[in-house]
């Protein structure tokens, strides 16, 4: 057993462990949890405790979560003096699976955000953001309920690698020469200048992990998003190496939409997974207007972003949107949502973000019928209209709670 400066491991679980390149998830696992800054505090003890009681209700005592607290953010500064301690990141590597509340950034120097620097350690490759809609929840759109849809976000690369100058600067203006002198550019030469890298090899592996997915989950289509018509080299490349890795890996599963309407009069034959590309600004419009016709959608990093944020307020904002940053096994489930620090240690903030991250994080161990009770909960609880502030102040005849007792009305109404 590891031993730690200051992570207590709990002595009556056991650690998740890859065997035949699938997950071996024990009756009683280890999982790290890093409570979060801020709102973290309120919404990680709401969610641990329904966690807790939707895994004994379901498997009466058969199983159970050994809860292990880990530190980044706040806490962990207070703890070791640094906002990301190595042994933090040793443990999830250790342990495999882990849950996370919202850290802060810290300001003035250290790491650009806790989060980037996560998945970058980790090589968290995929940031899967799955999005539907709870009935009875308000939105801007007409028919939300037409939203379901789960975004695969290419998370190491793109603009988020950090690779930039400061407009002034010493390096700046060594860059811009050079790309002026030697690459024939016109650059300004009072720019900022940023570089975007999108690799074969970042984007292969982030649509096969959207393909897989599709394909264990029965699902339809999965789509391409970017922005290739401009950048022919970087997101044109996405788009191409996506198809690539469709036609030589899963040709057997898979057909393109081209095919679909040249071959089949539009009608994809059945038990194939349609994939298709579609250019982001148009995308953004089609989310909108016509969101049931997209299952699985894979994306470069920013688009992604700006993406998975859309379609969550769609149905009910990012307080309703689970998430989760991937590698080839390592899962770290989280909040989509910033640290809110005015509400902080105010017990009235929707805790739904991080019980639904949970409920992705039970489906990954393979605790589906656990994941199930929770959802069912939530949507019991907002059929009761039993809420927390964000979602009475759209609803008619609703009683406010605040995140413990949204949570308590939660374990009242679990079957």
Not at 108 to 119: E, K, T, Y
Not at 282 to 289: A, D, E, N
Not at 388 to 404: E, F, I, N, P
Request: proline letters at 4%; hydrophobic letters at 40%.
């Amino acid at each position: 057993m590891a031993k730690y400066k200051h992570i207590v491991v709990p002595k009556d679980g056991k650690a998740i462990t890859v065997k035949a390149k699938k997950l071996s998830v024990p009756n009683k696992p280890i999982i790290p949890v890093i409570e979060g800054d801020g709102i973290g505090r309120d919404i990680m003890k709401a969610t641990r405790r329904v966690v807790d009681a939707a895994v004994e209700k379901t498997y009466k005592g058969r199983k159970r979560i050994a809860w292990m607290d880990v530190y980044a953010g706040e806490k962990a500064f207070e703890l070791y003096k640094e906002w990301l301690p190595e042994e933090t990141t040793q443990a999830i590597k250790k342990y495999i699976v882990a849950l996370k509340g919202p850290l802060t950034t810290p300001v003035g120097g250290g790491f650009r955000s806790l989060n980037v620097s996560l998945r970058q350690i980790l090589n968290l490759y995929a940031c899967v953001r799955p999005v539907s809609y709870f009935k009875g929840v308000g939105s801007p759109v007409l028919a939300p309920q037409k939203m379901n849809v789960i975004i695969f976000r290419e998370n190491t690369e793109d603009v988020y690698a950090g690779i930039e100058w400061k407009k002034g600067s010493k390096e700046v203006k060594k860059v811009i020469n050079w790309l002026n002198k030697q690459m024939k550019t016109e650059i300004r030469m009072d720019s900022g200048i940023g570089i975007k890298p999108i690799s074969a090899t970042g984007t292969k592996r982030l649509v096969r992990k959207a393909i897989q997915h599709a394909i264990a989950h029965k699902l339809p289509s999965v789509t391409l998003v970017h922005k290739g018509n401009i950048m022919k080299y970087t997101e044109g490349a996405f788009r191409d190496w996506g198809y690539q890795v469709a036609a030589s890996e899963f040709s057997r599963q898979t057909i393109t939409e081209d095919d679909v309407w040249s071959k089949y009069k539009g009608k994809a034959p059945k038990n194939k997974i349609v994939i298709k590309d579609r250019i982001a600004d148009s995308m953004f419009q089609q989310i909108l207007t016509r969101p049931d016709e997209y299952s699985v959608v894979a994306t470069p990093n920013l688009n992604g972003d700006y993406l998975s944020d859309a379609c969550a307020a769609q149905v009910g904002g990012l307080g309703m949107a689970p998430g989760a940053n991937m590698g080839d096994y390592i899962g770290l489930f989280e909040a989509t949502h910033g640290t809110a620090p005015k509400y902080a240690d105010k017990d009235v903030i929707n805790p739904s973000s991080v019980m639904l991250s949970a409920c992705m994080m039970l489906d990954y161990m393979g605790w589906g019928k656990a994941a199930d009770m929770i959802r069912r909960s939530i949507q019991k609880t907002i059929d009761k209209k039993t809420v927390t502030y964000d979602l009475h102040r759209q609803m008619k005849k609703a009683k406010k709670v605040g995140t413990s007792g949204f949570a308590t009305e939660m374990i009242k109404n679990m079957r």
